[in-house]
């Protein structure tokens, strides 16, 4: 069994930064593909950030260049760091991970951005 737990949400300022976190524990792997998808109130949920098999990271357009993917070198923990957050970056994210064919979700962490 595969568990996510993501920290690091909150109300921001517009232009302000916030970092989440997501920890893996159980049977997980370095190649394992990882990363963040948010859903804003009445949007689906979208891709913001992941690392693929392969190791490269992809990001939505919306956010390239002010959000920053990364990850610990035990590869259990991934990191979103975001600077010049929007009102539209508003939205729960999720921490996913792919293992062995498998989706692995986080709980959410809220992220509110004020005007």
């Known amino acids: 069994q595969v568990q996510l737990v993501e920290s690091g949400g909150g109300l921001v300022q517009a232009g302000g930064s916030l970092r989440l976190s997501c920890a893996a524990s159980?049977?997980?792997?370095?190649?394992?593909?990882v990363g963040w998808y948010r859903q804003a109130p009445g949007h689906q949920r979208e891709l913001v950030a992941i690392?693929?098999?392969?190791?490269?990271?992809v990001y939505a357009g919306s956010v390239k260049g002010r959000f920053a993917i990364s990850r610990d070198n035990t590869m259990k923990t991934v990191y979103l760091q975001m600077n010049s957050l929007n009102p539209e970056d508003t939205a729960v994210y999720y921490c996913?991970?792919?293992?062995?064919?498998?989706?692995?979700w986080g709980q959410g962490t809220q992220v509110t951005v004020s005007s």
């Open positions: 690392f693929t098999e392969r190791g490269a990271a």
């Open positions: 996913n991970r792919r293992v062995l064919g498998n989706n692995y």
């Open positions: 159980g049977r997980i792997f370095s190649f394992d593909p």
